[in-house]
């Protein structure tokens, strides 16, 4: 197979232009091209009145070599990478390890459960450890959260099967790295779960959260297929290390229920909001340091505003869909202010796990169909920030419960979110009333002046930024847009560091730190891509 990069054509071509368009790339006979498909298809909106798309194309021709060689200086024609999935060990390679001590994957989310999905392929049974319910109880328990008020601190945006991705826009799209093609195997899996097809080749594939429940139970009974087994409301509160230095080796794992399960090999998928989890490992002695991280306000527009400033007459363009944007202002202060986590046609949600505190996060279903554009505008800090209890590892953690408690307390104390439209934050005036612009948020925004709601220096680069922004998005700056707060849980506030070699805790042999709350991704794709690595990982471990 021919891969043809960088094949442009208009936004209204007609399906026969694609073959044609390759046809006239390659130079060559309509019967030499014995077929083709779409890998991927991306598009160019920089001229609102002319937008382009964007294909990669694996094309199947007659006498490959001979084009290839004709071909040899146009850098877009190349041979097609082998995209597929190899598995690292398996078979007889794994025969004789020891059957009484199963890997143990904690966590369900993304990165839990790819690297549970492919221990079980591999034939290693893994046992699956989830805090929360599963998918459709913890469903239920977050929407009673939106409309009653009522947090389950063991159920909820962050906590269940599925992980905090679940309540997301279900974003599929990374930067990472990714030479083995790990990415692929995820959305492979994902389509064979029932995700739709088109998620191998758009350039941003999105599922959104009610397919994304269908698909965790699919994937769920896959791995119970396969021999692995899940244990759900099952949190882990300790660990049982042997061992000093360098000898160090975790042997077992107990649950809140007393119960104590050996094992020498532990998927640590925790995601990014188990605070307790990693009090208890820097406890039991686990290496862990200060991440950086950022803090910031949900911001809402009408999508049609959105729509309009990015595809001008082309917005509703069915192939476009809803519009996003990726926005970054660097602030005279030092502080960089961005978009992130940005959801099309969404809601802002209350993501909250601890009593007593406000988080703010992004979801959107598949349609992306409702009245807002919503986006985290975001301030990074770093460690040094950290004026909770500074330099310690976990100031961090610190400092997020600070500000999310200042949330709950801005809001009302009754879990409502503290609110303020845009033009009344960069004037520093508290907010009395809603303008065009109605918050999504659930159970309900409380205006207010947030100028308290984060440090002073995020609020002055951000009170610059959002007028910056008109510059890049004409009518971003919109008066009565509105912010909601706060943006708490971008990523980890820690990383529990590992060896590069074996993807082992840097001091405690037998643990896998993995995906989002070690450190290690940021989103569903990077966070299953990292599962898989961990997973296989722990293979070649038991294989040794």
Known sequence: ?????????????????????????????????????VFKRSYDARKRTAIVLIYAVDAEVRDQAALLARLKHDAHILPAPDTSYTFVAGGEQLQGHDQSERPVVIGTGPCGLFAALILAQ??????????????????????????????????????????????????????IK??????????????KAGAPDEIMYVSKPHIGTFRLVKMVEQMRENIIALGGEYRFESKVADIEVEGEGDARQIRAVI??????????????????SARDTFEMLYERGVYIEAKPFSVGFRVEHPQ???????????????????????????????????SFCMC???????????????????????????????????VGITPADYIDNPGHPLAGIALQRRLEEGAFALGGGTYDAPGQLMGDFVKGRASTAFGSVVPSFKPAVHLTDLATALPDYAIVAMREAFPAFDKQIRGYYQEDAVLTGVE??????IRIKRRDDNLQSLNTRGLFPAGEGAGYAGGILSAAVDGIKVAEAVALSMAA
């Open 304 to 338: 049609s505003l959105i729509d309009a400033c990015r595809f001008g007459p082309n917005a509703g363009n069915k192939i476009l869909g809803a519009a996003d944007y990726k926005l970054v202002h660097h602030a005279a202060n030092g502080r960089s202010v961005y």
């Open 488 to 493: 708490t849980r971008t990523s980890s506030p």
């Open 344 to 378: 099309p046609g969404g809601t802002v949600v209350a993501a909250a796990s601890e009593p007593g505190r406000v988080v703010t996060n992004g979801m959107s279903q598949y349609s992306r169909n409702e009245r807002n554009a919503n986006s985290a505008i975001v």
């Open 255 to 272: 649950l809140a229920s007393g119960e104590h399960i050996p094992t020498r090999h532990v998927v640590l998928a925790i995601g990014h």
């Open 122 to 175: 591999m034939g290693l049974r893994p046992l699956i450890l989830e805090r929360g319910k599963v998918v459709r109880e913890r469903t239920v328990d977050t929407f009673g959260f939106w409309r009653k008020r009522e947090l389950n601190p063991e159920s909820n945006v962050q906590y269940g099967e599925g992980g905090a991705g679940t309540f997301s826009d279900g974003k599929l799209y990374s930067q």
């Open 1 to 37: 197979m021919l891969r043809i990069n960088e094949l442009k054509l208009p936004l209204d071509h007609a399906d026969a232009d694609l073959r044609q368009a390759i046809l006239a790339r390659l130079g060559i006979a309509d019967a030499d091209l014995l077929g083709f498909s």
């Open 178 to 191: 990714d030479p083995k093609h790990y990415g692929r195997k995820v959305l492979t899996e994902f389509v």
